[in-house]
């Protein structure tokens, strides 16, 4: 089955600043890397997602990219603000429709005012 | 457009009991997958269901079992509550073939066992 590792599994920046999230998975076969943000107290939402074939996406201050050869992808948020103090989530597909997720551990993202 | 719906919100169970979770998938969609979701980690995978029928399974016990209605809504049935069970239970759902038509998750029932 598929494994996702996740790093960092907290992180502080400073509001304006950028921040960096990692993940590597196991399976050369995955084709779909979705990102889920996680407020307290609901569950997690769907911020950007990347396929297979292409290497970067973008949607406004959020972007993810991805290598195969390596097997990992990263999510990008720049001009941080305190509403994007969250839970982060990747995740990568274990089966061929990619409705069936492994989840990384999470990295808790806190902005600073 | 409805959400992922999920009822209850919280619950508090005794060791040895049984429970179960209801969710009604976003408008439109006709799969439906379950997740547990522990204390500081992230969703694991239970089951999805399509068709009324049981499609995957993830490395869950018996004990928990589920059921897709023919208005695609869905149950989750936990027997013989164990304390480890205690965890954020989340309902995703989606369209069948799912490679254009990511998860979208409710936002879960709070399962407490004591």
């Known amino acids: 089955g598929e494994n996702v590792e996740q790093h960092p599994s907290t992180l502080s920046v400073q509001e304006g600043d950028s921040a960096v999230i990692k993940c590597t998975y196991s399976d050369s076969a995955s084709n779909y890397f979705p990102w889920y943000k996680q407020e307290l107290g609901k569950g997690p939402q769907l911020i950007i997602d990347?396929?297979?074939?292409?290497g970067e996406k973008k949607d406004q201050r959020i972007a993810v990219t991805l290598n195969k050869t390596a097997k990992h992808f990263s999510l990008h948020i720049t001009e941080t603000q305190p509403e994007d103090s969250a839970v982060y989530f990747c995740a990568a597909p274990f089966n061929n429709a990619g409705n069936m997720l492994t989840f990384g551990g999470g990295t808790r993202l806190m902005v600073k005012p | 457009d409805a959400g992922v719906t999920q009822s209850p919100t919280h619950l508090i169970k005794t060791r040895g009991q049984q429970v179960t979770l209801r969710c009604s998938p976003k408008s439109g969609h006709d799969t439906v997958s379950w997740y547990q979701q522990a204390l500081g980690q992230g969703p694991q995978f239970i089951f999805q269901y399509y068709e009324e029928e049981e499609r995957q399974r993830g490395n869950f016990p018996d004990r928990f079992s589920g059921h897709q209605f023919p208005n695609y809504s869905s149950e989750l049935n936990v027997n013989a509550l164990l304390l480890g069970d205690s965890a954020l239970y989340l309902c995703a759902s989606s369209l069948v073939g799912g490679g254009n038509s990511p998860l979208h998750f409710g936002n879960g029932t709070r399962l407490t066992v004591t």
């Open positions: 990347i396929r297979s074939n292409v």
